[in-house]
């Protein structure tokens, strides 16, 4: 995190809402917490509380200090999102809100793996990504779209039960 501070804060000049910016910034300070310099998670705690205690108690967005995202995260109207400690989300992805990112419980009653999302991935507003999936580079999720099957790069889809539109 401190070798990229030139990126987040680009990242955090292009969020748009000041909310935004502040849930952006708290996330990324958080992910502080995963240096393996005792020093830097020491100073990084107050961060991983405030990223816990704002933006997911106040904005009700919650997105783990654990989660790997990539630099260039779009957060538009940010509330109620939900990102699971263990997706993987590359860089220059959009969020909007009531976005849901996560595993699910399979038919044997084990917890599946959490979507892996390339980049430049653009989820729309109530969009759900569940289970053990892949979405490739480019991809673009509309709307209320409910996704349980992987899918390749430069798809869009759409609607309920997912219609690819190419």
């Not at 995260?73 to 860089?91: E, F, Q, R, S, T």
């Not at 909007?96 to 009653?109: A, L, P």
């Not at 490739?136 to 209320?144: E, I, R, S």
Request: glycine share 10%.
């Amino acid at each position: 995190m401190l070798k990229n501070i030139g990126h987040v804060w680009c990242e955090i000049k292009a969020a748009g809402s000041i909310k935004a910016k502040l849930v952006i910034l708290l996330f990324r300070l958080s992910t502080i917490y995963q240096s393996p310099n005792v020093l830097l998670k020491m100073i990084s705690v107050p961060f991983v509380v405030l990223n816990k205690v704002i933006n997911e108690w106040l904005f009700c967005v919650e997105i783990p200090h654990r989660t790997q995202i990539g630099f260039g995260l779009k957060i538009y109207h940010p509330h109620c999102i939900v990102v699971n400690y263990d997706v993987i989300i590359g860089a220059n992805c959009t969020l909007r809100q009531g976005v849901t990112i996560g595993s699910v419980i399979n038919h044997e009653g084990h917890v599946t793996k959490s979507p892996v999302l390339g980049n430049q991935v653009e989820l729309g507003a109530n969009a759900i990504l569940l289970g053990d999936i892949t979405l490739g580079d480019n991809v673009k999720v509309g709307a209320g779209t409910v996704v349980t099957k992987s899918l390749a790069a430069g798809k869009v889809v759409v609607g309920y039960g997912i219609r690819e539109l190419n």
